[in-house]
């Protein structure tokens, strides 16, 4: 490729030398740098590299002097160059890079290059970390923000780890086990339990209760949290009352955490099995700002649940899918896919439905053997399934399937005159990864994939190789 | 390389009045991958002048000018290739000639820098990391790498090679001297992150591999860096052709049709299909093997029936141009062929099938006119016993396109034998005599689970999980017997690998790309990669 094509395109470094330049000569630890103001300007108008840049060369003698490390600076100043962590940084902890970073204001910068979601290539995720957890529970939710921070709650305990998994915080709850977790940021979550009153907003720093949200319900009983959701704007938390006769999703907004909504609230007269299910999952489907809440009973009969979207704002269901034959097990849904995955309980297969074809009288398009949809054998009881990006991730016991979709060139159509799509699964995970305990989480946050397993005391990090480290 | 003490030669630009700076334009991303753009502001270009010019000229990558007007105004005082000259790489201070700099080739940004007036002693300031730009000046004063190259990373050096234009040097000097398979080791094996099988692979011209595992393709660039995956809709991909840059073609033996593949985007961009014209029942065909040449893709397809033919395939409009060599399938004489080879010399087609069954091995090698699709030679074994060894069918066999030799394993003895392409006749074999003594006590004979590859004049034969290499020995005595004929002295054989490399697995297959050779072998995760090295790797043993 000749570099200097005729093509408009960006950054080059050469410049010559004049009393008005925009060189600038930076004297670090009796070490001399000399870089450009452009450059030192990419590192945020708050950092101290675009405070030295500021200082104009007219004014001084000699070079703008700063007491730190000349050989962590040089690694900092490489970040800024090519936007990429020279290898020599692997030879240092990172803790000392990050700690440097903050003091050159640069740490977003750092992030960015270590723990940035369009790092994240699913087709090159690899079993990578074991984060072990202190004491002897098992993990029961897990959470991630979007640079890779991840919380986990085993027993009444919640262990957050920072973005680079370097460090690690753990609080005590009031809750006997968290079942529903969410990262508001990276030191505030939403922890909520099936057995426990309240929905609790806490301060994962301090460890203290910043906000305890309850519904008042017509029983007056205890309300219990199902699951726990959440879109840019808002916090949803299904609510189940005590006495387990009513049930209801509350809206909050995300910032100032008061009520905006209360939406699907049911009471439960007589044996009316399907307003009885509270939901236990809940997406936010922010392609058609809705909110997906599912719910599954099994009974005596078989299991039976629904999926519902509802607008927030109307507080109206837009579709509703009623699951009778081979209920989920689990569902999730992909924007980017404009897609509904779910694991049948009884086949164990992954099934999308189309957002185009939701009116349909079933949607749902099975990704395997469709003869094992009527089998009683419960196969896909305990798989989950998880979306992120375009891809999904279902756990099938202890392994990992991928799906993606496969773009074609030639599209045939199926019944619903809509174009058949193709989904292919790879197994994640080379040889010696596979197996293990049955996964009883998945989450996704920054480049990496968190997942944990029944009986195993740790959270296993699973991450392509990155630059740098 | 010194620090620059800061402001001793800033004051003394400033009561210059002519000068020529070279801005860096604001950099708008951060990736060292996208190309530079200068912008050149004159002011004045004369020295005699006081007065300065209110002319000013901006223009965009002048380094590539070639306009007689740029070369005369610009750069009116062209160094001469023993100048030298200053360059201020982020704070040092370096000093080289123009020549130097220039063997960069004319696309570097150094060259650029090399046209600067001569009149100009100031150093030009780059914004770069100065210690690997010291590398990267060694390898372009020395063409070779310095040892302070392996305090970089070979993505790090990669880069910077792109940001400079200096991308062949560095490729030539950390490429792996000439592949020869007398004096190969395992240097790496390609892992991909799942489903770690090769069903296969394709090796490049400059060393990089594309690696199907299950329904992926995995692509490796000449560094053996994971440049990205792509899944595509095949369960099993059991061929693949690189057939662009950036496209696949890929068949599967459980799957129909061949489908060619967008390596950036990922997207499947056209899919060619053969049914049978004379069977009621329309079962589409699956693709056993896939060669090409500049223009056409060739794919031999199987129906489920075993009635086969060959497709050619315009690499432009990826359509189907013709159809040769169609047959029923109903013995092994005319089964699909399971190897197909391009031969760019002649305009040919080679093609082999092999057959293991009940009886021993059977199979064919044909060689087709690809214009007219007429066969111009073909062989079938077991023959019809005017071969000398006839009952000993081949098990592979590959043809060495440099050459114009073919080379087969036999099945039973396990003999090499090989034959020129252009004096083909009844019985071209010559059988190759091994006079390694130390091979002789190492009794694995027979030649079933045998694999052979020829690449860069020697032939590679994998036997169940040993790897050995037939070379010749250069002599110009030999040359004249070439004259008369093959000769089969001419070769010896050697073990490329040692005895525990053997056990990991039966070698599956073997290909050469650049100077490395990769090998599979069956049920073992990853790919082998051996190359030459000119380090001893002496050990200490104190």
């Known amino acids: 490729m000749p570099p200097l094509a005729r093509t408009a395109s960006p950054p080059f470094g050469f410049q010559q030398n004049k009393a008005e330049s925009n060189i600038v000569t930076i004297d670090v630890g009796g070490q001399l740098f000399q870089t450009t103001k452009q450059t030192l300007s990419l590192g945020g108008p708050d950092s101290l590299f675009a405070r030295v840049s500021e200082v104009p060369s007219s004014a001084q003698l000699s070079a703008p002097f700063i007491d730190r490390d000349p050989d962590l600076f040089s690694i900092f100043l490489s970040l800024l160059r090519t936007g990429n962590l020279p290898s020599k940084a692997k030879d240092l902890d990172l803790q000392d890079l990050i700690f440097e970073s903050q003091f050159y204001g640069v740490e977003p910068l750092l992030v960015n290059s270590l723990s940035n979601p369009s790092q994240f290539e699913a087709f090159n995720l690899e079993k990578s970390l074991i984060l072990p957890l202190n004491g002897r529970d098992s993990p029961s939710a897990i959470a991630t923000t979007p640079l890779g921070s991840v919380h986990v709650a085993h027993g009444s305990k919640i262990t957050s780890f920072d973005w680079s998994l370097r460090k690690k915080s753990t609080i005590l709850t009031r809750f006997n086990a968290v079942d529903s977790l969410l990262a508001i940021s990276p030191s505030v979550a939403a922890a909520g339990a099936t057995d426990f009153s309240g929905l609790q907003i806490l301060d994962l720093d301090n460890g203290f209760i910043k906000e305890t949200l309850n519904w008042e319900n017509v029983t007056r009983s205890s309300s219990t949290v199902q699951a726990i959701g959440s879109s840019p704007q808002f916090l949803f938390a299904s609510f189940e009352s005590g006495r387990r006769n009513s049930n209801c999703i509350k809206v909050y907004d995300i910032h100032t955490l008061e009520s905006v909504a209360e939406i699907g609230h049911y009471e439960i007269y007589g044996a009316e099995l399907d307003s009885a299910i509270p939901a236990t999952k809940l997406n936010w489907v922010s392609a058609s700002n809705l909110l997906m809440a599912s719910g599954s009973h099994s009974g005596p009969s078989g299991v039976s649940g629904n999926i519902k979207f509802w607008d927030i704002r109307s507080g109206n269901v837009v579709w509703e899918l009623k699951e009778k034959v081979d209920c989920f097990s689990d569902v999730t849904v992909s924007d980017n896919l404009s897609t509904i995955f779910k694991v049948g309980v009884n086949s164990g297969e992954v099934f999308y439905a189309d957002f185009r074809n939701l009116g349909a009288e079933n949607p749902w398009v099975c990704l395997g053997d469709r003869r094992k949809m009527i089998s009683g054998k419960k196969e896909g009881i305990g798989c989950k399934i998880e979306c992120h990006g375009s891809q999904v991730f279902c756990s099938k016991g202890g392994n990992i399937e991928l799906w993606s979709e496969v773009p074609m060139s030639c599209v045939k159509n199926n019944d619903d005159g809509l174009e058949e799509r193709v989904f292919r699964k790879n197994l994640m995970g080379k040889v010696k990864d596979l197996g293990g305990s049955r996964i009883t989480n998945l989450a996704f946050g920054g480049n990496k994939m968190a997942v944990t397993r029944q009986g195993q005391q740790n959270v296993e990090v699973w991450q392509s190789s990155i630059r740098g480290f | ?542």
């Open chain 2, 1 to 542: 390389m010194t620090p620059i003490p800061a402001g001793s030669y800033f004051e003394l630009d400033a009561c210059r009045r002519d000068f020529i700076t070279t801005e860096r334009v604001f950099p708008s991303t951060k990736t060292n991958r996208s190309l530079p753009v200068l912008s050149l502001s004159q002011a004045s270009s004369s020295e005699a002048s006081l007065l300065p010019a209110t002319e000013q000229l901006q223009f965009f990558s002048p380094p590539l000018m070639d306009d007689e007007y740029s070369q005369n105004v610009l750069h009116p005082h062209h160094h001469q290739p023993h100048d030298r000259i200053k360059l201020n790489v982020g704070g040092k201070l370096f000093e080289t000639t123009v020549a130097t700099i220039r063997s960069g080739g004319p696309d570097s940004l150094l060259e650029a820098l090399s046209n600067r007036p001569t009149h100009d002693q100031d150093p030009v300031f780059i914004d770069r990391d100065p210690e690997i730009f010291s590398v990267l000046l060694s390898l372009l004063r020395s063409n070779r790498l310095p040892s302070t190259a392996s305090r970089f990373t070979k993505q790090e050096l990669a880069d910077e090679a792109v940001y400079y234009g200096i991308e062949s040097q560095l490729k030539a000097a950390m490429s792996p001297p000439p592949f020869t398979g007398i004096d190969a080791s395992i240097v790496t094996t390609i892992r991909p992150a799942s489903d770690g099988f090769p069903s296969a692979f394709t090796a490049g011209e400059d060393g990089s591999i594309w690696l199907a595992h299950g329904g992926q393709i995995s692509s490796y660039d000449w560094n053996l860096l994971h440049a990205g995956s792509i899944r595509t809709h095949l369960e099993v991909i059991t061929s693949i052709r690189r057939v662009y840059p950036e496209i696949a073609a890929v068949g599967s033996e459980t799957a129909a049709g061949l489908h060619f593949y967008d390596f950036s985007s990922g997207r499947n961009i056209g899919s060619i299909h053969w049914t049978d014209p004379s069977d009621p029942r329309i079962y589409k065909a699956r693709v056993n093997a896939i060669a090409d040449s500049s223009s056409s893709v060739f794919a031999s397809f199987d129906c489920p029936h075993n009635e086969n033919s060959i497709l050619v395939i315009d690499k432009s409009t990826l359509q189907i141009q013709s159809e040769f060599g169609r047959q029923r399938g109903s013995s092994a004489k005319n089964l699909v062929p399971g190897k197909l080879t391009w031969l760019p010399e002649t305009g040919l087609l080679f093609g082999s099938s092999v057959n293991c069954g009940a009886f021993g091995y059977s199979g064919y090698i044909r060689l087709w006119d690809s214009r007219s699709g007429n066969v111009v030679w073909e062989a079938n074994e077991p023959g019809s016993g005017r071969s000398s060894r006839f009952g000993d069918s081949f098990a592979d066999v590959d043809v060495d396109e440099e050459d114009s030799t073919m080379f087969k394993v036999c099945s039973k003895s396990g003999d090499l034998a090989m034959a020129d392409l252009r004096k083909l006749g009844d019985d071209p074999w010559v059988y190759l005599q091994d006079k390694n003594p130390s091979m002789m006590s190492n009794e694995s004979r027979g030649g079933g689970n045998s694999v052979i590859h020829c690449y860069r004049k020697q032939v590679f034969v994998g036997r169940e999980g040993g790897l050995e290499v037939w070379s010749t020995v250069p002599d110009r005595k030999m040359c004249t017997e070439i004259e008369n004929g093959v000769s089969e002295g001419l070769y010896r054989k050697n073990f490329v690998d040692k005895v525990e490399d053997s056990e990991r697995g039966v070698i599956e297959k073997i290909d050469g790309g650049g100077d490395r050779l990769f090998v599979s072998r069956q049920d073992v995760e990853g790919i082998e990669v051996w190359e030459c090295s000119n380090s001893s790797g002496a050990v200490s043993v104190l």
